[in-house]
C-alpha cells in the first residue's frame, strides 16, 4: 500500500480584520486559502497531473473532481498502480493482476482521491471534513496553529499552519487503527495556475530510520483525462 499522499494543492498580501489572538478554525482556513491563491483560484482547478519523485523513483499522481484518483510509482521491481474511479479503489503491484481494495486500503484510497485537489481544507464542508482549531504547538521552529481535520473515512489528519504565512508547513496523519501516526514536513511552495502548492514533503513514523521524500517537479492544471485511467483493468 503506498504511503498517502495528501498533496496540498503573496500571504503578505492577505488582510484581515480579525486579531490573530481571536482566529477561529474557519477564520484560519479562509486565510490559508487566500494566502495560497483564493478559494476562487482552486474551484476553477477540475484536475491535476503531477509528476515527481518518490525516493528517487517516478511518481506521477492524477486526480479530477469529484473523487477520481490514480498514483502510479516506477519501483525498482516494476510500475505500482493504485486508483480510485469514485466507487470502487483497487491496486496492481509489479506483474500482478489488479485487485479491488476493501476495508481500510479502500476508506485511506477514498480520502486522497477525495482531497486530491488542494487538501482537506478546501471544500472542506462539501467533501464531509470536519475542522477544529486544537491550539498551538510549535513545530518546524514555528509556533504554529493547529487544525484537526476528520475525514468521512474515519482518519485524522492534523495541519500545522505557519502563523505568519498561514501555510501548512506539517502534518500529522492518525489512521485510527492503532499504528503509529505518519509526520510529515511540508515545504518548497511553488506558483502553478496561480496557485501555491507546496512541492516537498518529507514523512514517516517516529520509529522509522529513513523517511520518504517526495518532490513534486511539474503540476497540470485541468488536462483532458480520459476516465478510462481510473477504472480497473479487466482480466485477458
Known amino acids: 500500500m503506498l504511503r498517502p499522499l495528501f498533496l496540498l494543492i503573496c500571504p503578505l498580501l492577505f488582510v484581515s480584520t480579525i486579531p490573530a489572538a481571536e482566529l477561529t478554525a474557519q477564520a484560519l482556513v479562509q486565510r490559508s486559502l487566500a494566502a495560497r491563491g483564493g478559494a476562487d483560484k482552486f474551484a476553477a482547478v477540475h484536475s491535476l497531473r503531477i509528476h515527481g519523485t518518490l525516493q528517487g523513483s517516478g511518481i506521477l499522481v492524477i486526480a479530477r473532481r469529484p473523487s477520481f484518483f490514480r498514483v502510479e510509482v516506477n519501483t525498482p521491481n516494476g510500475l505500482v498502480v493504485e486508483a480510485f ?12 493482476a489488479a485487485a479491488e481494495l476493501s476495508g481500510a486500503q479502500l476508506a485511506d484510497l477514498q480520502d486522497q482521491a477525495a482531497n486530491a485537489i488542494g487538501g482537506v481544507l478546501v471544500d472542506a464542508a462539501q467533501r464531509g471534513n470536519k475542522i477544529e482549531l486544537e491550539g498551538r504547538e510549535q513545530r518546524e521552529g514555528r509556533n504554529c496553529y493547529v487544525l484537526r481535520v476528520k475525514m468521512p473515512g ?14 501548512s508547513v506539517h502534518e ?62 479487466t482480466a485477458r
Open 85 to 96: 474511479d469514485g466507487t470502487k479503489g483497487w491496486s496492481r503491484p509489479p506483474g500482478i
Open 154 to 167: 474515519g482518519r485524522v489528519i492534523h495541519e500545522y499552519l505557519d502563523p505568519v504565512t498561514f501555510l
Open 172 to 233: 500529522k496523519l492518525e489512521d485510527g487503527g492503532g499504528k503509529p501516526p505518519i509526520e510529515e514536513t511540508i515545504g518548497d511552495y511553488k506558483r502553478f495556475g496561480g496557485i501555491l502548492f507546496p512541492c516537498r514533503f518529507v514523512s514517516g513514523t517516529a520509529a522509522d530510520a529513513e523517511k520518504q521524500t517526495l518532490l513534486v517537479e511539474k503540476m497540470e492544471i485541468n488536462p483532458l483525462l480520459d476516465e478510462k485511467i481510473f477504472v480497473i483493468p
